[in-house]
């Protein structure tokens, strides 16, 4: 079972985030979940949400602590909190970052999602674009799933905005040296 912790910050599309990478995961035949992680937040509060995918069904429905990877939606979260903290021996940390970061038993991929969130929404919400970053660093899903679950969610002029960011993030995600 491949499990993943989402961090964001309450407004930043978290939540969204984990339901349609699951989503993404189901069409390609997978058995998927997603849940959030719900206390005091507001928005701009740190947040977290979860996946997990396998190829059979998953009966645990417990709060992800060792992750498989890591999705940070807010590049000044790891200056909060532990972003890697239970991150599985050679996990993988996707960043909203301009800059590469190092984490101890982990790799790192990071890509300015905000730069594209803001050229192609308009806004800094962050979601979809770490999900194409997402694809690219790990391979878990395809970029063609993540766009069809992008046409089924959103509307027609938004879903392409959200494409656009998914496929932006896909090309600029890299692999920390």
């Keep these: 079972m ?13 939540v969204t985030a984990a339901r349609l990478l699951a989503e993404a995961a189901f069409l390609e035949g997978k058995h998927a979940q997603a849940f959030p992680f719900f206390g005091a937040e507001r928005r701009g509060a740190p947040v977290l949400a979860f996946a997990r995918i396998d190829d059979k069904q998953i009966r645990v429905r417990t709060q992800i602590y060792d992750p498989d990877y890591v999705v940070v939606l807010d590049p000044l979260l790891p200056e909060v909190v532990d972003v890697a903290s239970g991150i599985k021996q050679g996990g993988i940390i996707v960043l909203n970052s301009k800059k590469s970061m190092k984490f101890p038993h982990a790799q790192t991929a990071f890509v300015d999602a905000t730069s594209i969130a803001m050229e192609t929404l308009g806004v800094p919400i962050t979601n979809t674009a770490m999900l194409g970053a997402f694809a690219k660093a790990t391979g878990l899903v395809t970029l063609e799933s993540l766009i069809e679950v992008i046409k089924r969610y959103f509307s027609s002029k938004l879903a392409e905005k959200n494409i656009s960011a998914i496929k932006a993030a896909y090309e600029q995600t890299r692999a920390a040296a």
């Design 2 to 14: 491949i499990e993943i912790r989402f961090h964001g910050r309450g407004g930043q599309g978290a």
